[in-house]
């Protein structure tokens, strides 16, 4: 079966720079798919490539068996739900969602449109709004009014730019459940732009991390966060923890890897990539909450001393610089004992084999 939208080796060139850089990618009917990254890293221009915003200037883009590189934004079965909701202030909430269905290309009779406003406002829970103007909506009312206008069309595709960005924290949280939710109901394709990274692990069955307009790894959010490939991955996405070194030995599947803070376990596969060999050069990233405190003297410990210690509630995150001067971060959770380490304690850390990845140089 052919993909909802296939995005073909597509380039789009600005003057001094490439947005997007020879970018492919098939995205799947159903799926709820993220394009996460810095900003200037060719998210945004490659949901407006899809969107027909924009025209590439090498490659194609397809929905299904169809190329729609040429065709109109409005002829393409996709909607598009930006940061500014763009809601006319002088119209109802009703009339706001019923806007496209009245100049669409589709011919629709006032009961069929009245069914289509109706059907909407329930999917993004506002049944009872119907009269209500903007102005008297809140930020997170409002945008659940801008996504009803653009799913009630019923398109096979939604694009959405960076759509909570206006929220504040705690109403963009419910939010982002409130979108995976509707999107798991209409059971369409969600393209979803953003440069938060726990909003993309969140809501995401895909995760497509761009950089320099091209795409430098996509998997599922797991995979993304727990085997990021590369350095950039890894302190992107979440807080990472790098330090480099040589293989000294290989016991089995564990090699231990010689680094300025001492000597480390890394599985000999890491990451899936080739085997390990005794000599070569790795970069080892091991996650804050893989890490535990442990004696000074113990297999595989790296020696530190304590410099900071924030307590955030459910974990305190601990500040450890190593003997080789690098400053490493280690999440505890709290569960009601907490560590009475302070400032200039020594302690030593470790973690599982698995837990160390190997990335690419």
């Not at 930006?82 to 002088?90: E, M, S």
Request: aromatic residues 6%.
């Amino acid at each position: 079966m052919a993909a909802v939208v296939a995005v073909q080796s597509v380039t789009k060139r600005f003057p001094g720079i490439a947005a997007v850089d020879g970018v492919s990618l098939d995205i799947e009917d159903g799926q709820f798919v993220t394009l996460l990254g810095p900003s200037g890293c060719g998210k945004t221009t490659l949901l407006r490539l899809i969107a027909g915003f924009e025209r590439p200037d090498e490659g194609r883009v397809l929905f299904g068996e169809a190329d729609v590189t040429d065709v109109a934004p409005h002829e393409r079965d996709v909607h598009t739900v930006f940061q500014q909701y763009a809601l006319f202030p002088h119209l109802s909430v009703a009339d706001n969602v019923a806007f496209g269905l009245r100049r669409g290309r589709v011919r629709r009779s006032r009961d069929e449109i009245a069914r289509l406003v109706r059907e909407a406002l329930e999917l993004v829970r506002l049944t009872g709004f119907e009269d209500r103007m903007p102005a008297q909506l809140s930020g997170g009312q409002q945008q659940r009014v801008a996504i009803a206008r653009a799913v009630a069309p019923g398109p096979r595709i939604l694009l959405l730019d960076e759509p909570l960005g206006a929220l504040d924290r705690k109403l963009r949280e419910a939010m982002q459940l409130e979108l995976k939710q509707l999107q798991r109901r209409l059971g369409i394709s969600f393209v979803f732009v953003t440069h938060d990274q726990d909003e993309a692990l969140a809501m995401s069955d895909v995760v497509v991390v761009m950089k320099d307009g091209r795409i430098e790894q996509m998997g599922t959010p797991s995979e993304i966060y727990e085997h990021p490939r590369t350095r950039f991955i890894a302190e992107f996405v979440g807080v990472t923890n790098v330090i480099e070194g040589s293989v000294e030995s290989i016991d089995g599947s564990t090699a231990s890897v010689r680094t300025p803070a001492g000597l480390v376990p890394l599985s000999a596969r890491a990451n899936g990539g080739p085997a390990l060999a005794t000599g070569d050069r790795v970069t080892v990233a091991v996650r804050p909450e893989k890490i535990r405190f442990a004696d000074l003297d113990g297999a595989g410990v790296i020696a530190g001393r304590v410099e900071d210690a924030r307590y955030l509630g459910d974990v305190t995150h601990w500040r450890v610089r190593l003997v080789d001067g690098s400053a490493w971060t280690v999440f505890a959770q709290n569960d009601g004992t907490p560590e009475a380490l302070a400032p200039g304690t020594e302690v030593g850390l470790v973690w599982d084999t698995g837990h160390g990845v190997r990335l690419e140089p």
